[in-house]
């Protein structure tokens, strides 16, 4: 993300689709021939009925991540889906006098960018507002490199009666599309912690609260003089879905590739702090980065906010940014038998922390500037124990139809990609997988 080369060619060129189209290697020789409506195939959707909470994380997963467990597993594929919409819906085209807008009206979003059916309709279209203050020459620039605001997602509730029965409950998803913007990517280097205010502290003074990356919360509360700020467009939203359906079983699903898998985590945080009201909140994210350290996992946790990341060991943009200092003292014992039983491969994940002296561990934790602890549970998957995919590289590795592909073959740690999962690659525009 970081190197020269890359930076080089993103300044002089203009960045159409810029992380798809680099994270997308393998569909590239097809690009002129795809159909952007193919959907994602899998079996048809098991009802959840009283389990629902289940699969929504209240018992964080245990017993269903290492074996996967198939309804999981097409859980996780339902709101990698979402996400995809997102990608599909965004215009990457700078030249374009809609360049970063939403390409479809509300009403037809899913069915246009392949997803018929869903039982879900869109209520709110989300922008995210970088805060990088401009320099004076940007004028000269082309327009493209200046845009401040972007759409990066939508609000969707579930109205189908059906699939409300199916799910056992009435379900809001948020779903975030990952970077696109040059704004966006600046943002994304700004990988230094600063604090969150809670419960009305200050967020200078209090040393002991929660922080984040200085980048993703600019993008979270960041407004112009002609746009909101994202969370802003969150809080109008969920209050005014709190007050239509509060009294009726709900939940908040808060999904996002990349970029947004940080911006989902902040805005599950933000919207427990926020509502006293707010139903169970789940994150389920897909590479995402890390977000904040070991207090806002506390708060997180403390919350009860319950966060699913798919974490692809290959994948270098979810070892970044910062370091992990993580001796896990403050866990008690039954949580590190549910990490060691859930979180797949994770030993082969490279954390800065027990190798390190502790004189260097305290002094790091103590700066609280680099010091960042990974959340939630995890489902680690890897490129290399897939046999259809090609190449193992930091392009096709951060992929969203990558991370899809890897769901719907996984198996279990011992047993890592299923025969019967099979990867169909064509001239479509998306992924299509079958599940038997």
Request: with cysteine; aromatic share 8%.
């Amino acid at each position: 993300m970081k190197g020269s080369s890359t930076t080089t060619s993103f300044v002089s060129q203009a960045p159409k689709n810029w992380e798809r189209l680099l994270l997308d290697p393998i569909h590239q020789q097809h690009h002129q021939n795809q159909n952007p409506h193919s959907p994602v195939q899998t079996t048809r959707p098991f009802r959840l009925g009283k389990r629902w909470m289940e699969y929504q994380g209240i018992r964080n997963w245990d017993g269903l991540l290492d074996p996967l467990d198939d309804n999981l597993r097409r859980e996780i594929l339902r709101y990698g889906e979402f996400v995809e919409a997102a990608y599909t819906s965004y215009d990457f085209e700078p030249s374009s006098p809609t360049y970063a807008t939403c390409r479809f009206p509300k009403s037809t979003l899913l069915d246009r960018s392949g997803l018929p059916e869903t039982g879900y309709r869109l209520t709110k279209n989300l922008r995210a507002t970088s805060g990088i203050q401009l320099p004076r020459w940007v004028d000269r620039a082309p327009s493209w490199m200046a845009t401040q605001s972007s759409w990066i997602g939508y609000v969707a509730v579930c109205q189908d009666k059906e699939e409300i029965s199916r799910l056992g409950r009435r379900d809001v998803v948020i779903a975030y599309r990952g970077t696109a913007t040059c704004l966006e990517w600046l943002e994304n280097l700004r990988a230094t912690l600063t604090h969150l205010p809670t419960d009305g502290s200050d967020p200078v003074t209090d040393v002991s609260g929660p922080m984040v990356e200085s980048g993703f919360l600019s993008l979270y509360t960041s407004k112009s003089a002609m746009s909101p700020s994202l969370q802003e467009m969150i809080h109008e939203e969920i209050k005014r879905l709190l007050e239509t359906y509060g009294d009726e079983p709900l939940s908040l699903t808060i999904t996002g590739h990349s970029l947004g898998a940080a911006l989902a985590t902040l805005t599950a945080y933000d919207i427990k702090t926020s509502f006293k009201r707010a139903p169970m909140v789940t994150v389920i994210s897909f590479g995402g980065p890390r977000v904040g350290n070991r207090n806002f996992r506390q708060h997180l946790e403390n919350q009860g906010t319950k966060v699913l990341r798919i974490v692809n060991s290959d994948d270098l943009i979810t070892k970044v940014p910062g370091f992990v200092i993580d001796n896990n003292e403050d866990e008690d014992e039954d949580d590190d038998e549910n990490h060691e039983d859930n979180d797949v491969s994770k030993k082969e994940d490279v954390q800065v922390g027990p190798s390190l002296p502790s004189w260097i561990q305290k002094r790091m934790e103590d700066t609280q500037l680099w010091s960042y602890a990974e959340v939630g549970r995890e489902l680690r998957l890897r490129s290399r124990d897939s046999p259809y995919l090609n190449s193992i590289n930091v392009a096709t590795c951060h992929e969203l139809k990558t991370y899809l592909h890897l769901v719907n073959g996984f198996v279990s740690s011992t047993c890592p990609f299923r025969a019967t999962a099979r990867r169909v690659l064509g001239h479509n525009h998306r992924e299509k997988v079958k599940t038997h």
